[in-house]
């Protein structure tokens, strides 16, 4: 499987941005997907996750409430919408897929993107 992660860029505290994360070649619809983040000079880590059918969803306590994570197995993508964004959220954000259903962990994902950067200014 393929990931192609999009929508990062730079915006404003208090800002929106959607994250899309398009997968292709031999895509499972049946497979969990999630989000991951880096920031500058730290280690990545958990974000979101979504079940194949999108009924089971995880979060980071970080940014529970304010990110929602939603698929669209039609299309084979999976979205992020981040809202009240704040400085913190700036990171490289990776989308990843896998076979156990809404982990946080990143040793239950087989494929990960290539990243997309979301920058938070003050």
């Known amino acids: 499987v393929q990931l192609q992660a999009s929508g990062g860029g730079l915006v404003q505290a208090g800002d929106s941005l959607r994250l899309s994360c398009a997968a292709s070649?031999?895509?499972?619809?049946?497979?969990?997907m999630g989000w991951f983040r880096q920031a500058p000079g730290k280690e990545r880590e958990f974000v979101a996750a979504i079940s194949w059918n999108g009924d089971g969803t995880s979060y980071a306590d970080s940014v529970k409430g304010r990110f929602t994570i939603s698929r669209d197995n039609a299309k084979n993508t999976v979205y992020l919408q981040m809202n009240s964004l704040t400085p913190e959220d700036t990171a490289v954000y990776y989308c990843?897929?896998?076979?156990?259903?809404?982990?946080?962990?990143?040793?239950?994902?087989?494929?990960w993107g290539q990243g997309t950067q979301v920058t938070v200014s003050s």
């Open positions: 990843a897929a896998g076979p156990v259903g809404h982990s946080r962990y990143e040793d239950d994902y087989d494929d």
């Open positions: 070649g031999r895509t499972d619809r049946s497979a969990a």
